[in-house]
């Protein structure tokens, strides 16, 4: 702390570099993410199509969220609450299969009593899927799991005589057979990194509370449920916000998982409804992608700032602590 | 007594190490199924594919399947050129890397070293926009880049690179945990400026972080769809990225060479994986530090 005062005395005559190194971020930011921000809330008080240069006030939220008397209106209403409901099907359901495989496995890679050769090589490969483009499994999946009876999963299933030719399983174009595609390859994508994450928060958990409980004769599991769960709680919260807002934004999967021609319903998710809805050149809905945009920004920054919470906490222990073990 | 409890701790966690070893080489199994048929898929000619679904057995037709992943590109079947899209995907994906590293290290550092009147709230403001999604602002970003010509550009999408908060967070915490500020003291003594001492002394002992974050960095722009596709609005094929051109692919009913799309699929993939494998060790140890710190 003394040496931190020394230096405030010292570095006045620098603080204007401080200022020079922040400077491109804060520019750039400005332009590029803060001014479409703005931008966006602007446009979102504008029409849609053919009445975008027109000023509505709040009529596209106004449609969005409540709908209206005329047919557009309440189909505008429709489809928001679809995309809505589908983002959360999907996220749920690629969410709860994820964190309890994640939780086990890792608290299976930390438990030292475990004896599993190859523990490093597991990682990799789990993680693996994370670091594959998007874009490419969709269109690996699809082409796998294709509707008709030469889709590879498909043909095998006739010829294994499990389905007969005629009624091929549409996998892609099929509503709930397309959601659980979705959620399996989500899950598949994500695990490994959600493992990783939990991993280093248990390992940051004081290991001679381990030791302690097992010494009183506690087993694996009471270790786990009393000691690394209870523990483990601001991790687990910190992933569930930060996974909320991913899944809120889930986009090339759904957007590409589809039969390459049109959006199946059951799976558009918000994110892909922003997108078809101000770059479709036969729409140009700037002020439905607008005011969806606004709501969904409203939705994540609430989440945000549970996780900024989070953040801050930790920071402010994690300094309490430093600044002990420095007067220890 | 004792032994016996001994014994009892020995071999009752056996049976236990083994059934949690099979578990995980299952996982391992079902991580890697995927693109393990995608390989040998993309080695199977279309017929074969077709009479026989799901095969594991590799065959001897990836050249021939690749062959016509060119011919595509020349007799303009469908918009997948795999060499223009390295080259595509190349030049956005390095730009990116290094304006993200450089100038979030260089956000980092100005935060860190310096004292000034507008350091904490500087900071508070990069945590706050830590979360906030590119599909909330890209209404008002495509707008404003059509608006000003720059649709059918790169710029939009390497020049934003330059700020990316999570990044400047990430290097933030490393270099309060393992940059001692007494070194700047010294360079300053020994007469260095201030940009020589960033450049030559913080970025060298930087390296770790650094090289971490430039693989997230290249991994990320070179998968990303969103972006490219938004801004590339016209699908031209000599700018179109890798993810846009599978995209392509799937869009085109017409395509019936079954095992040409996946070796063209295999194609798109091969650079990342490439790169996962030689730094995989790094990438692992990245993602369980981002958890810690993040």
């Known amino acids: ?328 | 007594m004792n032994m016996v409890e001994e014994k009892k701790n020995i071999s009752k966690p056996k049976v236990l190490d083994v059934a949690v070893t099979a578990f995980m080489i299952i996982l391992c199994v079902i991580s890697l199924l995927p693109i393990y048929i995608l390989i040998v898929n993309a080695s199977r000619d279309t017929q074969n594919i077709i009479n026989e679904g799901v095969s594991f057995i590799p065959r001897l037709s990836l050249i021939d399947n690749i062959k016509i992943v060119l011919d595509w590109a020349k007799n303009g079947v469908v918009k997948y050129a795999p060499l223009t899209g390295y080259r595509n995907s190349a030049i956005i994906a390095f730009s990116c890397t290094f304006l993200t590293v450089l100038f979030s290290g260089a956000t980092a550092y100005g935060v860190v070293v310096y004292d000034f009147k507008l350091k904490g709230p500087a900071y508070t403001f990069i945590l706050a926009v830590m979360m906030v999604p590119v599909q909330v602002t890209s209404v008002g970003f495509y707008q404003f880049m059509s608006r000003i010509g720059l649709t059918d550009n790169y710029l939009p999408l390497i020049i934003p690179a330059i700020a990316a908060p999570q990044v400047i967070f990430f290097m933030r915490q490393y270099m309060k945990s393992s940059f001692p500020l007494e070194i700047v003291e010294a360079a300053r003594i020994d007469g260095s400026n201030e940009f020589r001492t960033f450049f030559t002394i913080a970025i060298p002992m930087m390296k770790p972080a650094f090289a971490v974050q430039a693989i997230f960095a290249f991994v990320a722009s070179w998968n990303n769809y969103y972006m490219p596709s938004m801004i590339l609005v016209s699908n031209k094929q000599h700018q179109m990225t890798l993810p846009m051109m599978v995209n392509s692919i799937l869009s085109n009913e017409k395509l019936d060479e079954i095992g040409a799309k996946y070796a063209a699929i295999m194609l798109s993939i091969l650079p990342v994986v490439i790169v996962y494998f030689i730094f995989s060790k790094f990438i692992v140890e990245g993602v369980a530090l981002g958890g810690v710190k993040e």
């Not at chain 1, 010292?10 to 603080?15: D, E, K, N």
């Not at chain 1, 095998?156 to 397309?178: C, K, R, W």
Request: aromatic share 14%; charged share 10%; proline share 3%.
């Open chain 1, 1 to 328: 702390m003394a040496n931190r005062s020394g230096g405030r005395i010292r570095s006045i005559s620098y603080a204007k570099y401080g200022y020079i190194f922040i400077l491109p971020f804060f520019l750039v930011y400005v332009v590029f993410q803060l001014y479409p921000l703005f931008n966006t809330f602007y446009l979102s008080f504008f029409g849609n199509g053919s009445t975008k240069e027109e000023w509505v006030g709040l009529s596209n939220y106004q449609r969005l969220l409540f709908g209206g008397a005329d047919r557009v209106a309440s189909s505008v209403h429709e489809t928001f609450l679809r995309v809505l409901g589908n983002t959360f099907v999907l996220w749920v359901g690629n969410f709860i299969p994820q964190i309890i495989l994640s939780l086990v496995l890792a608290a299976w890679f930390t438990n030292a009593r475990l004896k599993i050769p190859g523990k490093g090589a597991y990682k990799i490969i789990m993680y693996m899927p994370n670091i594959i483009t998007a874009a490419s499994s969709a269109a690996l999946f699809v082409t796998l799991f294709g509707d008709s009876k030469f889709g590879a999963v498909n043909a095998m299933l006739i010829n294994n005589g499990i389905i007969d030719a005629l009624h091929p399983i549409q996998f892609v174009s099929g509503p709930t057979q397309a959601r659980i595609m979705i959620m399996i390859i989500q899950t598949w994508m994500w695990y490994g990194n959600t493992t990783i994450m939990l991993m280093s928060g248990i390992m940051g958990i004081n290991g001679s509370l381990f030791e302690a409980a097992s010494i009183d004769g506690a087993s694996h599991t009471q270790q786990f449920f009393k000691i690394t769960l209870p523990l483990l709680k601001p991790i687990l919260l910190y992933t569930v916000v930060t996974s909320m807002i991913g899944g809120l934004q889930m986009f090339d999967i759904p957007a590409l998982y589809n039969n390459g021609t049109s959006q199946n319903s059951a799976t558009e998710t918000i994110a892909v409804y922003i997108y078809d809805n101000f770059l479709n050149a036969n729409l140009s809905n700037y002020g439905n992608a607008a005011s969806a945009s606004v709501i969904l920004f409203m939705i994540t920054s609430i989440l945000g700032s549970i996780c900024f919470a989070i953040n801050r906490d930790k920071d402010v222990k994690h300094k309490k602590s430093k600044k002990t073990s420095k007067l220890l």
